[in-house]
């Protein structure tokens, strides 16, 4: 009863699960064109697509893929051996477990008419399913806690997959080794398919059981009778031994049995065994329920994202497919962290220390980002920034094992940032819109953050680099964005100050005061007026300098704005 | 001679076809070359975060220098970049010394034993303007070039210690050696306007279309550039309908390993020259 309520319980969830992330496939929208499609739209579209590869010579590639990147996973071994260990023992152990061990009344019985969940080949296979799942948890688990910077890309979600993985998977090996001893289980099985009344036999079975089966019973037989044991043999291979094997077959449940054992009349009274059972299975059916919403759903939707990713490479997806494409890659992603292993901008993430800037953690955020409301542990300035800070190498999308077109997402996030979000930064900076973060640093490791040091631009402060500027006009006269703007003022409308005048304001000490000109902004950074100072100041370094102050300035708006009246160098030329 | 690559994070996805010409060209010649997971040079930072822009320079320095190669990149942004990481981390112990530290939980350092070299100068200086010169089997006739220099290769000169800032010559040098014509341009010199893309579009165009019109008006039939960012900009960014002054497109634009690629005889489509750029070049390539 209970059992039949919990599990029609978890399966419904289950299914609502995986039916409500499917829907979401074609409603969320991810992109700045993705209004255009209704969602009608989108579903007509795919249904299209699948049914146009599916009658086109396309269907081989995807065959293909199907084989070499879904079952084998050739991809992740090409690329680390190990890593592929890893995943397939999870893959392919949970994968067996669940058709032959949990389907097993559906698919086991069915194919073989030899099937007894006790006999051999049966009970040695579900172990060493069972072990290959434990291989790839503890390489998982090495991995993840070995690797530095995969630890620190580690979420709650995925110590949290591997934890439940574990209990499932240890709570099966506990119930058979709880079974292999069990007085309870034993009797039933007489009962079953031996005569429980001829007590003569009973005795028999019980000691050739005690020895070679590590029943423990409660009213323990002799085993120092040979002639008993081998009475009880005969009984055995009359009633037992067809249907059931050795338990030493099952080669992690048995010595787990054996240290069961010293306390197995205590755990045979309470039934361990059906506590442990009622343990395991109301795991599976917790498991079942959390699957759609878990990291483990990416069995379905990376294999999804994959089939997609050998369509994607030859151009096969139209543009409303695409923008579901977008969302069947943020459901595909599970965390492994290769893309952000290899990013281009990772060091820059270890000088800023906004997480955003790396892909794995800024594929998170989207998620956030496109449900437009407010989440947890999402911030939309620091999303902003690591969004255009990435500078779309498409190394991540070459990298991930799960196919995602990671190029794509960030190609049209950042178009949407830059048109409805915050926008670029230097957007924000240029038009003078400070983001309104007090204390953009805190709770955040970076090296940065822990000691500033040296290695900041500062000409402002060193009069030695700007004091000898004579005002010659040479800066402005090469300079490019002059020549621009004077050349059709129509067009390009009033250049504020001149690079000579850029530096005037370092003479004056009120840099503060042309952080946002459109001077600062508009400079190439050709260094033409650099190579060209007769003086040797370093004019176009000192733009370099402008802007970065100007970002600073965005992130810590209030000092920034105290800076504007307290900096004054006067003085220091004086 | 073994160099270390650094195609840069343009060239993958949006220009594949200068990785894939640079590296046919350079194995032409015998150069090998060391494929290495740099990151980006720091380039696109430097406006937000000067240390940011020089740790990222300095761990790809520290990448090649764990090779013991030099660095060769086809970019001019990337190689300005990390040339000026180099020439700043050389003069100040003490900011090395902080980037090092940076560096080192991932068992890198940069001790400044390696450097930076450019396309065109591994081509001018080690393979020679003489041993090209032989290579050339297909020289150009009639073609007119006007050479785009690129920024931050040439300057600050005494950062990037490339060619003359001034009077650069390097790449007019390997432009004429396939036979085509390098013009004289005033503009040569100056900013293709891709920095200003994603700041100011309008300006961008404007000093596109200044520079072009200038190549145009000194008889060019192609732009030459050695950059990933000048080239995306005059063939991808030079569309006739944002130009602030309407009209057809003014001129196209070849990379320098495209254009020396074609008269060393190497093949179009494995040095990713599209049509219809293809068919004008090859009317005036002399085989």
Redesign the interface.
């Given at each position: 009863m209970l059992y039949s309520i919990t599990f029609n319980l978890a399966l419904a969830v289950f299914i609502l699960g995986s039916i409500y992330r499917v829907t979401r496939w074609f409603t969320v929208k991810v992109g700045p064109d993705a209004g255009q499609f209704a969602v009608r739209t989108r579903v007509w579209q795919a249904f299209k697509s699948l049914v146009s590869v599916l009658f086109s010579r396309k269907i081989f590639r995807l065959i293909g893929a199907f084989f070499f990147r879904i079952i084998f996973q050739g991809h992740i071994f090409k690329k680390d051996p190990l890593r592929w260990l890893m995943h397939f023992s999870i893959f392919a152990g949970i994968l067996l477990l669940v058709l032959f061990h949990a389907l097993a009344g559906l698919i086991t019985a069915n194919l073989f008419s030899d099937y007894y969940p006790t006999a051999n080949p049966y009970l040695f296979l579900r172990n060493l399913f069972g072990a290959m799942v434990l291989l790839g948890i503890v390489i998982a688990g090495y991995r993840r806690l070995s690797s530095?910077?995969l630890k620190k890309l580690s979420t709650s979600q995925d110590v949290l997959a591997l934890a439940l993985l574990s209990i499932l998977l240890f709570s099966g090996f506990l119930l058979e080794a709880g079974q292999i001893v069990s007085e309870p289980v034993f009797n039933q099985m007489v009962e079953d398919y031996a005569d429980p009344g001829d007590s003569e036999a009973l005795e028999a079975l019980q000691s050739y059981w005690a020895e070679y089966y590590g029943v423990v019973f409660a009213d323990p037989p002799d085993l120092n009778d040979p002639a008993l044991i081998k009475a009880g043999e005969q009984v055995h291979l009359e009633s037992c031994s067809g249907c059931h094997a050795r338990p030493t077959a099952a080669f992690v449940s048995y010595p787990i049995s054996k240290i069961i054992k010293p306390v197995g009349v205590w755990a045979n009274s309470i039934r361990l065994d059906l506590i442990l059972w009622q343990i395991h299975f109301l795991c599976c059916f917790a498991m079942l329920a959390y699957l759609p919403f878990s990291k483990f759903m990416h069995l379905f939707t990376s294999s999804v994202s994959l089939m997609l990713r050998s369509l994607e490479e030859y151009g096969a997806l139209q543009q409303a497919s695409r923008i579901t494409r977008r969302v069947i890659s943020l459901d595909a992603c599970m965390n492994c962290g290769q893309c952000s292993l290899?990013?281009?901008?990772?060091?820059?993430h270890?000088?800023?220390g906004n997480p955003n800037i790396l892909p794995s953690y800024k594929l998170g955020s989207l998620k956030k980002y496109v449900q437009k409301k407010p989440a947890a542990n999402f911030d939309l300035a620091d999303f902003n920034e690591g969004s255009f800070?990435c500078?779309?190498?498409?190394?991540c999308t070459?990298v991930c094992p799960a196919g995602i077109n990671l190029?794509d997402l960030w190609l049209a996030s950042q178009d949407e940032l830059a048109l409805s979000g915050p926008s670029?930064?230097?957007?924000q900076v240029?038009n003078g819109i400070a983001s309104g973060r007090p204390d953009p640093q805190s709770g955040r490791e970076s090296?940065?953050a822990a000691?500033p040091?040296?290695?900041?631009?500062d000409y402002s402060g060193r009069p030695e680099s700007f004091a000898a500027c004579i005002q010659c006009g040479t800066c402005t006269n090469v300079c490019?964005?002059v020549?621009?703007y004077q050349?059709?003022p129509g067009?390009?409308g009033y250049l504020d100050l001149t690079p000579q005048q850029i530096v005037n304001a370092y003479r004056l000490g009120i840099t503060n005061r042309v952080l946002n000109s459109k001077m600062a902004?508009?400079c190439?950074?050709?260094?033409?007026c650099?190579?060209h100072c007769p003086k040797k100041i370093p004019v176009?370094e000192m733009m370099?300098?402008l802007?970065?102050r100007g970002?600073k300035e965005l992130k810590e708006p209030l000092k920034g704005s105290e800076g504007f009246i307290g900096e004054c160098r006067i003085s220091n030329i004086g | 001679m073994v160099y270390s690559f650094f195609a840069g994070?343009?060239i993958?996805?949006?220009l594949p076809e200068y990785g894939d010409s640079a590296l046919a060209l350079l194995n032409r010649f015998g150069i090998e070359l060391l494929d290495l997971?740099?990151?980006?040079c720091?380039y696109?930072?430097?406006?937000?975060?000067?240390?940011?822009f020089?740790?990222?320079g300095a761990?790809n320095l520290a990448l090649a220098e764990q090779k013991n190669t030099d660095i060769v990149t086809p970019c001019k942004c990337c190689f300005g970049s990390l040339k000026f990481v180099e020439h700043y981390l050389k003069q100040?112990g003490?900011?090395k010394d902080?980037?090092n530290?940076?560096l080192r939980?991932?068992g890198l350092q940069w001790e400044g034993r390696i450097t930076v070299r450019h396309l065109l100068t591994v081509l001018h200086h080690d393979v020679g303007v003489n041993a090209l010169r032989a290579a050339v089997v297909n020289p150009f006739k009639g073609l007119k070039v006007a050479v785009h220099t690129g920024?931050?290769a040439?300057?600050?000169?005494n950062v990037t210690r490339f060619d003359d800032?001034?009077a650069p010559s390097i790449f007019n040098d390997l432009v004429a050696l396939t036979g085509a014509e390098s013009v004289f341009w005033s503009m040569s010199?100056?900013?293709c306007?891709n920095?200003?893309w994603?700041?100011?579009q309008?300006?961008a165009l404007?000093?596109m279309q200044?520079k072009l019109l200038n190549a145009k008006q000194a008889g060019a039939d192609f732009v030459c550039t050695a950059c990933t960012y000048c080239q995306i900009q005059f063939e991808q960014k030079n569309q006739p309908e944002v130009m602030?002054q309407k009209g057809d497109r003014i001129i196209p634009a070849v990379l320098i390993s495209q254009l020396m690629g074609l008269s060393i005889g190497l093949e179009a489509e494995d040095i990713g020259i599209g049509d219809p750029n293809r068919q004008k070049l090859r009317a005036y390539a002399g085989s």
């Amino acid at each position: 009863m209970l059992y039949s309520i919990t599990f029609n319980l978890a399966l419904a969830v289950f299914i609502l699960g995986s039916i409500y992330r499917v829907t979401r496939w074609f409603t969320v929208k991810v992109g700045p064109d993705a209004g255009q499609f209704a969602v009608r739209t989108r579903v007509w579209q795919a249904f299209k697509s699948l049914v146009s590869v599916l009658f086109s010579r396309k269907i081989f590639r995807l065959i293909g893929a199907f084989f070499f990147r879904i079952i084998f996973q050739g991809h992740i071994f090409k690329k680390d051996p190990l890593r592929w260990l890893m995943h397939f023992s999870i893959f392919a152990g949970i994968l067996l477990l669940v058709l032959f061990h949990a389907l097993a009344g559906l698919i086991t019985a069915n194919l073989f008419s030899d099937y007894y969940p006790t006999a051999n080949p049966y009970l040695f296979l579900r172990n060493l399913f069972g072990a290959m799942v434990l291989l790839g948890i503890v390489i998982a688990g090495y991995r993840r806690l070995s690797s530095r910077r995969l630890k620190k890309l580690s979420t709650s979600q995925d110590v949290l997959a591997l934890a439940l993985l574990s209990i499932l998977l240890f709570s099966g090996f506990l119930l058979e080794a709880g079974q292999i001893v069990s007085e309870p289980v034993f009797n039933q099985m007489v009962e079953d398919y031996a005569d429980p009344g001829d007590s003569e036999a009973l005795e028999a079975l019980q000691s050739y059981w005690a020895e070679y089966y590590g029943v423990v019973f409660a009213d323990p037989p002799d085993l120092n009778d040979p002639a008993l044991i081998k009475a009880g043999e005969q009984v055995h291979l009359e009633s037992c031994s067809g249907c059931h094997a050795r338990p030493t077959a099952a080669f992690v449940s048995y010595p787990i049995s054996k240290i069961i054992k010293p306390v197995g009349v205590w755990a045979n009274s309470i039934r361990l065994d059906l506590i442990l059972w009622q343990i395991h299975f109301l795991c599976c059916f917790a498991m079942l329920a959390y699957l759609p919403f878990s990291k483990f759903m990416h069995l379905f939707t990376s294999s999804v994202s994959l089939m997609l990713r050998s369509l994607e490479e030859y151009g096969a997806l139209q543009q409303a497919s695409r923008i579901t494409r977008r969302v069947i890659s943020l459901d595909a992603c599970m965390n492994c962290g290769q893309c952000s292993l290899h990013c281009s901008v990772e060091p820059i993430h270890r000088a800023l220390g906004n997480p955003n800037i790396l892909p794995s953690y800024k594929l998170g955020s989207l998620k956030k980002y496109v449900q437009k409301k407010p989440a947890a542990n999402f911030d939309l300035a620091d999303f902003n920034e690591g969004s255009f800070i990435c500078t779309a190498c498409y190394r991540c999308t070459q990298v991930c094992p799960a196919g995602i077109n990671l190029q794509d997402l960030w190609l049209a996030s950042q178009d949407e940032l830059a048109l409805s979000g915050p926008s670029a930064p230097y957007q924000q900076v240029r038009n003078g819109i400070a983001s309104g973060r007090p204390d953009p640093q805190s709770g955040r490791e970076s090296a940065a953050a822990a000691d500033p040091g040296p290695c900041f631009l500062d000409y402002s402060g060193r009069p030695e680099s700007f004091a000898a500027c004579i005002q010659c006009g040479t800066c402005t006269n090469v300079c490019p964005v002059v020549a621009d703007y004077q050349q059709d003022p129509g067009l390009m409308g009033y250049l504020d100050l001149t690079p000579q005048q850029i530096v005037n304001a370092y003479r004056l000490g009120i840099t503060n005061r042309v952080l946002n000109s459109k001077m600062a902004w508009d400079c190439f950074m050709c260094f033409k007026c650099q190579e060209h100072c007769p003086k040797k100041i370093p004019v176009a370094e000192m733009m370099y300098e402008l802007r970065n102050r100007g970002y600073k300035e965005l992130k810590e708006p209030l000092k920034g704005s105290e800076g504007f009246i307290g900096e004054c160098r006067i003085s220091n030329i004086g | 001679m073994v160099y270390s690559f650094f195609a840069g994070c343009k060239i993958p996805y949006f220009l594949p076809e200068y990785g894939d010409s640079a590296l046919a060209l350079l194995n032409r010649f015998g150069i090998e070359l060391l494929d290495l997971e740099f990151n980006c040079c720091g380039y696109p930072v430097r406006d937000i975060d000067f240390q940011s822009f020089l740790l990222a320079g300095a761990r790809n320095l520290a990448l090649a220098e764990q090779k013991n190669t030099d660095i060769v990149t086809p970019c001019k942004c990337c190689f300005g970049s990390l040339k000026f990481v180099e020439h700043y981390l050389k003069q100040r112990g003490a900011i090395k010394d902080q980037i090092n530290a940076m560096l080192r939980p991932e068992g890198l350092q940069w001790e400044g034993r390696i450097t930076v070299r450019h396309l065109l100068t591994v081509l001018h200086h080690d393979v020679g303007v003489n041993a090209l010169r032989a290579a050339v089997v297909n020289p150009f006739k009639g073609l007119k070039v006007a050479v785009h220099t690129g920024c931050h290769a040439l300057r600050p000169g005494n950062v990037t210690r490339f060619d003359d800032p001034l009077a650069p010559s390097i790449f007019n040098d390997l432009v004429a050696l396939t036979g085509a014509e390098s013009v004289f341009w005033s503009m040569s010199t100056e900013c293709c306007g891709n920095p200003q893309w994603d700041k100011n579009q309008k300006l961008a165009l404007k000093q596109m279309q200044r520079k072009l019109l200038n190549a145009k008006q000194a008889g060019a039939d192609f732009v030459c550039t050695a950059c990933t960012y000048c080239q995306i900009q005059f063939e991808q960014k030079n569309q006739p309908e944002v130009m602030p002054q309407k009209g057809d497109r003014i001129i196209p634009a070849v990379l320098i390993s495209q254009l020396m690629g074609l008269s060393i005889g190497l093949e179009a489509e494995d040095i990713g020259i599209g049509d219809p750029n293809r068919q004008k070049l090859r009317a005036y390539a002399g085989s």
